[in-house]
């Protein structure tokens, strides 16, 4: 197989999560600097812990197929762009859930409207009405 | 470390910053649980061609189970397998996706692009916006 097996996979999960943001209104892409944000610190964990674990042999990768873009460390680009392309996936279902079914996430400003209701503002504010 | 030891510590981590540290408490909200339960299914089906392939490869010492085969694909359920996955994928799998939505959800309530939200817009209720600015 080819060496674009790792990376046909990654593209698999982009297009099959990227409908979401047209069809839902997910605005993840969209809110691109709060992506941008989310996405810089999961990255670096990441790459962290698959640096440690390709140190301390926990696994391996078939040089076959995967890009052969090897980062320092032994760590393979397709890796990498896993932890950009998994994340963004959580999301899009995340938001995507919130679009359809109207649930609180937990972001919401207090006094905007979340499925017909009102969220709670602080409990000193007393005017429910 | 193994692998083992770390993804339950890196579960461990993100489930104490979401309940503790940030407050976000995702792990408490349904819309989280529902989410989860789609991208769970689809990481079975993706890690599966990732691992049952042996594009990634995991050594025996370092999981629960056995080590990925040289010339055959891993079992697909048994031998601390799921999928043809170790475990500890699922723990890994969710410690990202877990860290990843809880600062997304942190962000947006700092007011880093807190809206549009998702979904088509929503009726403004009269005297919302007061509200909001007390």
Redesign the interface.
Known sequence: ?SRF??LA?LV??LV?TGWLELL?????Y??R???A???V??VA??CL?DL??IA???????VE??TGVVLPGGLPLDEVLF?VV??V???L??????????????????????G?V?VD?DVS?G?AS | ???TE?AVL?VAVVVVLDLGVLR???LR????W??YA??VF??LV?NG??TG???????G???VGSSTPLDAPPPFLGDGRIAFAPVEDLLF?FA??V???V???????RG?????????P????P??????R?
């Open positions: 197989m097996a790792y996979v698999l999960v099959g839902l209104r997910t605005r993840v969209a809110r600097r709060r992506l944000l989310t996405l610190p999961v964990v990441f812990w440690y674990a301390a042999g926990h696994w391996t990768f078939d197929r995967t932890f998994v994340p996936a959580s999301l279902t995340l938001e995507a859930v919130r679009s359809v079914k109207r649930w609180e996430v937990g972001d919401e400003a207090p006094g905007d409207c979340v017909g009102r503002a504010d005017d | 470390m193994t692998y770390l890196g976000t408490r995702l909200r349904r819309v989280f529902t989410s789609i991208v689809f990481q993706t061609i990732l392939l042996r594009i990634v490869r995991y050594d010492a370092a999981i799998g990202l996706v860290l990843t939505q600062l997304w959800v942190w962000l947006g309530r880093v692009q807190r809206t549009p939200y998702s979904g088509p929503r009726i403004a209720m005297g919302a916006a007061e509200d909001a007390r």
